[in-house]
């Protein structure tokens, strides 16, 4: 799991709020979900896992099956590297596709996932789906006339307009072979069993990966609504447009088994649970940044500890995720409201990389701002350019972990004397 590996800050609440966080991280473990949720198959089935978790699912599946007739994993470069942790699993195509821009690297993996789904198919083979977030961008499959270059056009935008999670799975549900149930599609008519560890909030599992075990989440007339709505239409190739223009077709698809097997909300009760001082908050912190800072900031004295996942929406040239970005607006807050005594908050995803960046998430304080000034740079000028890295990076603020083998969004804690 993740790496104990920290930012250098004396703080008289710091080693409490790692406890915390390390905590929700360490209940997210997907080897340890997919051990205590792993059905019996009669014959090993076929194993796809996707996803920024799929190397420690698959691991985990391979030590308790055994030997399978074919086995793909698709996740990014950083939990890639964490094969030497894994028993040897000689029958693996391991694929390490980029996130959250698409590669050729996931087209690769796109087709020998559908390969391996279609020879199951064609052997009356059982398909053993391990899904985690992050599989939307590690698996492009393409629809007949979008190319990979096109799906990484609508990537970058969806990403710079704030579109959360659900909105952004949509669409590309309507851009892809495998998305929104295609998985069942070309396993049929093999029987399909997911195990899906959530990093949507709520847990839609249509959302998740953009659901290649599950119905779409909606139609492309939704889709070209909210593209409008984005004010991102008219920038999206020529081939999304013509094929989001296509009316929807309904299409039956197979009947799959899925089954939820970790999220966020089991990641929080952990947290409560390290911290029991703290008030949970079981309302998740979702929406676009400038209005969740105004909810953190309300929550007043005492530890408070939450989860859910925020959204920015780009505007500058600078490096820094959500997470970082909630975190610098904080501590701007609490400096406008003159917050007394010792205070502290770290945000940070579940899996160790905050948008762009090698940082999980921030950790601010009262003395972040004054550090980062001392440094001679302005922190509300580097917020405005969506720079929040450098900005903490200046006041030993970011919450480093490395890449944690598992995706349950973000996680808070906020404590104030």
């Not at 308790?64 to 890639?80: C, I, K, S, Y």
């Not at 990537?155 to 999670?165: E, P, Y």
Request: aromatic share 4%; charged share 15%; glycine share 10%.
């Amino acid at each position: 799991m993740a790496s104990k590996k920290v930012i250098a800050m004396i703080h008289p609440f710091y080693t409490e709020a790692c406890a915390a966080f390390h905590a929700g991280v360490a209940a997210a473990d997907p080897a340890e979900a997919v051990r205590r949720s792993l059905p019996e198959f009669d014959r090993p089935p076929t194993v796809i896992a996707v996803g920024k978790a799929a190397l420690s699912m698959a691991g985990m599946a391979r030590s308790l099956l055994g030997p399978v007739p074919a086995l793909v994993v698709v996740t990014n470069p950083e939990n890639a590297q964490r094969t030497k942790m894994l028993p040897p699993m000689p029958e693996a195509q391991i694929f390490a596709a980029a996130h959250p821009i698409p590669d050729e690297i996931g087209l690769t993996a796109g087709r020998a996932v559908k390969a391996a789904l279609v020879a199951a198919g064609q052997a009356g083979r059982t398909v053993l789906c391990l899904i985690s977030g992050g599989g939307s961008a590690l698996l492009p499959a393409p629809v007949a006339g979008v190319s990979l270059q096109d799906k990484m056009v609508v990537n970058a935008q969806l990403l710079a307009s704030g579109a959360d999670i659900e909105v952004m799975n949509l669409i590309r549900q309507h851009l892809s072979e495998l998305k929104g149930g295609g998985m069942l599609r070309y396993a049929a008519p093999s029987p399909v069993t997911s195990l899906i560890l959530s990093d949507v909030i709520g847990d839609d599992l249509r959302a998740v990966a953009s659901g290649p075990t599950v119905a779409p989440i909606g139609t492309k007339a939704e889709a070209r609504d909210i593209l409008h709505q984005l004010d991102i239409w008219e920038g999206l190739p020529q081939t999304v447009r013509q094929v989001l223009q296509r009316p929807d077709v309904a299409q039956d698809l197979p009947d799959a088994r899925n089954m939820l097997i970790g999220s966020n909300g089991l990641s929080l009760a952990a947290m409560a649970a390290a911290f029991p001082a703290a008030k949970r908050h079981a309302l998740p912190l979702i929406g676009d940044v400038t209005q969740a800072v105004q909810r953190v900031a309300n929550m007043g004295r005492g530890a408070h500890i939450f989860g859910g996942e925020t959204t920015v929406k780009l505007t500058g040239t600078g490096r820094g995720g959500r997470n970082q970005d909630l975190a610098l607006r904080l501590a701007l807050r609490a400096e406008t409201e003159a917050w007394q005594g010792p205070w502290l908050y770290l945000q940070a995803g579940t899996d160790g990389r905050d948008g762009p960046t090698d940082a999980a998430g921030g950790v601010v304080c009262e003395t972040t701002l004054s550090k980062i000034r001392a440094a001679g740079l302005d922190p509300a000028a580097l917020l405005d350019n969506n720079d929040a890295y450098r900005a903490l990076a200046a006041a030993g603020g970011l919450h480093m972990t490395g890449a944690t083998g598992t995706n349950v969004a973000d996680l808070g804690i906020l404590i104030r004397s």
